[in-house]
């Protein structure tokens, strides 16, 4: 049974750092990243790594946000700086499988910035 599960999500302060993690379990992953949802809005990416360390990033948290992963533990880290109010939403793993075209997510974790 393939499960993703998130952490690190909270209220935070703008200009505040936080650390989202994922732990992925149950297949074998190629490019795990990110998404998020704001209330009202669709579901974007953010950040995405693939298994060679190759990263790729929304235009919106270039340079504030950062994307890793950890291989041996099957976990995919996301470092957000300089938070802005804009970049409240629930945040959500994504794990696409290394061979077949088949992704999976986590349930999802809130991220609020506010003062």
């Known amino acids: 049974q393939v499960q993703l599960v998130e952490s690190g999500g909270g209220l935070v302060q703008p200009g505040g750092s936080l650390r989202l993690s994922c732990a992925a379990s149950?297949?074998?992953?190629?490019?795990m990243g990110w998404y998020r949802q704001a209330p009202g809005k669709q579901r974007e990416s953010v950040a995405s790594?693939?298994?060679?360390?190759?990263?790729n990033y929304a235009d919106s948290v270039k340079g504030r946000f950062f994307i890793s992963r950890d291989n041996a533990k099957n976990t995919v880290y996301l470092q957000m700086n300089s938070l802005k109010v804009e970049d409240t939403a629930v945040y959500y793993c994504?794990?696409?499988?290394?061979?077949?075209?088949?992704?999976?997510w986590g349930n999802g974790t809130l991220v609020t910035v506010s003062s």
């Open positions: 994504n794990a696409a499988h290394r061979t077949w075209p088949v992704n999976y």
């Open positions: 149950g297949s074998i992953f190629g490019t």
């Open positions: 790594i693939t298994g060679g360390g190759n990263t």
